[in-house]
């Protein structure tokens, strides 16, 4: 109902200046028409500045995108050198940390096997699996500190870049950062206007409502102006009125039962 009412107040707003149940609605009306078609000039305008200036803002000089290019791409590489060995890294403190269980677990054993006085051979070969565990020890334990150091002079290299990579950006034009910003203005004023017209649009569909129920459902006397609205818009008049009626009996049906 209430969107058959809305739908007939906005198709009959414009002739009903002269019903005087309806003036503060239609000089409303006028005045949001007369804004909302300013909003979208407004809209249509800086959405056409906004694709301009967009496009020159994406649109560094030559020189300096090719230059981040270059940085970024050796960048990326270095961070996925340093990524790699981060990981080798990682797996040889892992097998060193075996070792050392590994080393601590015989040693225990050949303490056991004295206690039990084990056979001589028996000791024999469990000290000599103690000095092979701790001769692969050593050796991890010299590769996980060339690592260490590797990955230092790494991060130092990736530092080096990274510095490299901002001072290219800084050396962006201050024309392109202006435009950048005048197209986050542009966005804002978009943003505000598309706002305001849907408050607009709001307000105008609650005053076609406020019409539509006046015409259709209104207990006032014609006047030779609403009539000739109301003929003019009989099929969706009629509808409205059919279903006002229908709420209005099931509204008694209810309150009978």
């Known amino acids: ?3 058959a009412e809305v739908l007939v107040g906005k198709m009959a707003w414009r002739d009903l200046e002269a019903v005087d149940e309806l003036t503060a609605e239609y000089w409303r009306l006028r005045q949001l028409d007369a804004e909302e078609r300013k909003l979208q000039e407004l809209l249509e305008t800086s959405r056409a500045e906004h694709e301009r200036v967009q496009d020159l803002a994406t649109k560094p000089e030559t020189v300096f995108s090719a230059k981040l290019d270059e940085v970024q791409a050796r960048l990326e590489a270095e961070r996925e050198v340093l990524t790699v060995r981060l990981q080798a890294l ?3 403190i892992k097998e060193a940390e075996r070792l050392r269980k590994r080393f601590n677990g015989l040693k225990l054993k050949l303490t056991v096997l004295k206690a039990e006085n084990a056979p001589p051979d028996q000791l024999e070969s469990v000290r000599a ?6 001769g692969q020890y050593g050796q991890i334990s ?7 150091e590797e990955i ?3 991060k130092d290299k990736v530092r080096a870049v990274e510095s490299e990579e901002q001072n290219v950006r ?3 034009s201050h024309h392109e950062r202006v435009l950048t910003r005048e197209v986050s203005d542009i966005s804002r004023r978009v943003v505000e206007a598309n706002s305001r017209l849907a408050v607009v649009d709001g307000e105008k569909t609650e005053l076609f409502g406020t019409i539509g129920k006046h015409l259709c459902r209104g207990r006032h006397p014609e006047t030779p102006v609403t009539r000739q609205v109301i003929r003019r818009l ?3 008049v009629l509808r409205a009125r ?8 099931n509204r008694r049906l209810a309150d009978y039962r």
């Open 142 to 148: 010299r590769q996980v500190e060339n690592l260490r």
């Open 170 to 172: 800084a050396q962006v």
């Open 242 to 249: 059919a279903l006002a009626r229908s709420i209005e009996y």
């Open 129 to 134: 699996d103690l000095q092979e565990v701790k």
């Open 1 to 3: 109902l209430k969107e």
């Open 90 to 92: 990682q797996d040889e």
């Open 152 to 154: 230092r002079l790494l």
């Open 234 to 236: 009989t099929p969706l």
